[in-house]
């Protein structure tokens, strides 16, 4: 027994890829089970392992880009607020 990583769908139904307690990754398909390869292998696990390893990368710049906008609208209210209403003023009495 171990803890279970991930339900993939398979060609004959749904098969669990779980993490045993020896450090192996198992999947319940006949083809891993037949695997020759150390450690034993299948498309799901491939799959699955494919997966995991793409969304780390583009998570990472996010913040920096959230924390840029922030400060950029800031800067703008504060030249909005600096600009004296009285040169309005003029211009409508002339
Ligand atoms: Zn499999």
């Known amino acids: ?7 993939v769908e398979g ?3 749904m098969y669990d890829i779980t993490m045993g307690n020896d450090g192996v990754v198992y ?5 891993w089970k037949m695997s020759k390869e150390r450690p ?12 995991k390893a793409k969304p780390k ?5 996010t913040p920096v880009s959230v924390t840029a906008t922030t400060g ?6 504060e030249v909005i607020s600096s600009v004296d209403p009285k040169t309005w003023d003029v211009e409508e009495g002339s």
Do not use: D
């Open 40 to 51: 034993k292998t299948c498309k799901h696990l491939r799959e699955f392992l494919a997966s």
């Open 11 to 13: 060609s004959k139904g």
């Open 72 to 77: 950029s609208m800031k800067t703008a209210n």
């Open 27 to 31: 999947c319940a398909c006949w083809a």
């Open 57 to 61: 990368t583009p998570t990472t710049p």
């Open 1 to 7: 027994m171990g803890e279970v990583l991930a339900r």
